[in-house]
């Protein structure tokens, strides 16, 4: 456990940013607002609250891709990380460091998301809370992204990748604000390919208790979310060999 301390710092190095952490955290849930008022008026199937749910709570946690990538990029700039290349650590040690806290926030994300669903009418039972538990590896998936962003760029382009273009990408393909079947073709093939889509249906099929559909899906989540986080360890390995020249 010697990573403790390093990953105790990491998570007052989220907390010292209350606004950027309060955007990532409150946008989704402006979002499941919104999109509930319009069910409540005009009822689509798509925006009924089972279903919005888990496609919101993913899209969340595309926030904490940015988390994960400016907080090891700011250290790759400063001379911080340096000085701590001569502990003991080792590359796994910090992805793990920079890893748990963010982890540990995405999940209060989660459970806050699923709340504000309850108050507006989801109903609390078994199905939601295993809702809640399958997305999980999503938020995984997320911060290993952002630790491997991280990594190899600097904080402004991290912005610029992830603020501006994987919370997009990934919105657009995981199906949470229209059927991806409707547009089939190219753009579907491309979706069921990566894990985006994969983590939403993975939800949804919690939420209904459609047991056997979860696994199926989740499994994609996983897969991706191990290969980005072994990548992630493996660069950042490299990146420590090469500033320590």
């Known amino acids: 456990m010697k990573f403790q301390i390093f990953a105790s710092r990491n998570l007052k190095e989220i907390l010292r940013d209350p606004l950027t952490l309060g955007f990532g955290i409150g946008f989704p849930l402006v979002v499941l607002l919104l999109l509930s008022a319009i069910q409540a008026n005009i009822p689509v199937d798509m925006f009924a609250i089972e279903r919005l749910t888990p496609g919101i709570a993913v899209f969340g946690l595309s926030f904490f891709s940015l988390f994960a990538g400016i907080l090891i990029s700011k250290d790759r700039a400063t001379s911080f990380l340096m000085r701590l290349f001569a502990s003991p650590l080792t ?33 609390v039972n078994f199905n939601a809370l295993l809702a809640v538990v399958v997305v999980i590896p999503a938020a995984i998936l997320f911060i290993a992204i952002g630790l491997l962003t991280g990594s190899l760029f600097n904080d402004k382009q991290v912005g610029g990748i992830i603020g501006a273009g994987l919370t997009n990408f990934s919105a657009w393909l995981s199906g949470t ?27 949804r099929a919690a939420m209904r208790g459609d047991f056997a559909s979860i696994l199926p899906h989740l499994w994609w989540v996983i897969g991706y979310a191990l290969i980005t986080l072994i990548i992630a360890i493996v660069v950042f390995t490299r990146k420590m060999k090469s500033d320590q020249v």
């Open 91 to 123: 590359a796994s040690d910090y992805i793990l460091s920079y890893t748990l806290p963010v982890l540990l926030m995405a999940v209060a994300q989660i459970f806050i998301c699923f709340i504000a669903a309850a108050i507006l009418g989801l109903e």
């Open 177 to 203: 604000w229209f059927e991806i079947e409707l547009v089939g073709g190219w753009f579907k093939k491309i979706a069921d390919a990566l894990p985006f889509s994969h983590a939403v249906e993975a939800g």
